[in-house]
């Protein structure tokens, strides 16, 4: 039971730092919900594959905190939100044992920084490699690995940070 309730605190942690920004008012009722077509930047697509290093323990959830190099840019629909499956877990949060926490996705097209939070479904956690999958837009000439940026916040089975300094990230931007 006790083992619940921690898991219980991780989720509401992660749901409070996913409701952090953005801002912005909105209405609320039953009004349907009209399909968002994504603008896309102009230029070729690919794939930025993000890898979390030097966590020695099983994790529950990752916050990541990514800044784009200049001429990388996240799809964005007209009212500003990220288009569903622009972020997917992929590598050790497979799909059918992660998911994105609600309303945790968004993108600063100005300052170039993307935000997510991912969480594993299972109880056992995931460990350290490839957890998430971006969609992205190049426009000019691709950007090394070594140009994104990131801040990972990954939480232990317990609810717990893990120290900011032992936690690396790595990058593959695939075409």
Known sequence: MKSRAQWFLVLMVLSCLAGCGGGGGGT????????????TPTGS?????VAVAGVSLPMSGIKATITL?????????????????????????APASA??????VSYDPVGHVLSFILYSTTQGGFTVG??????????????AAGDFHALLEPVDLSGAFFPAASVAASFLLAP
């Open 28 to 39: 609320s009722g039953n009004a349907p919900q009209t399909p968002q077509t994504p603008q």
């Open 45 to 49: 697509s690919a794939t930025l594959r």
């Open 69 to 93: 190099p200049a001429g990388v840019a996240v799809a964005t629909n007209p009212d500003a939100s990220v288009p569903a499956g622009t972020v997917l877990p992929s590598g050790v949060l």
């Open 99 to 104: 998911a994105l926490v609600p309303g945790s």
């Open 130 to 143: 490839e957890f998430a999958s971006v969609s992205c837009q190049i426009s000019g000439t691709a950007p």
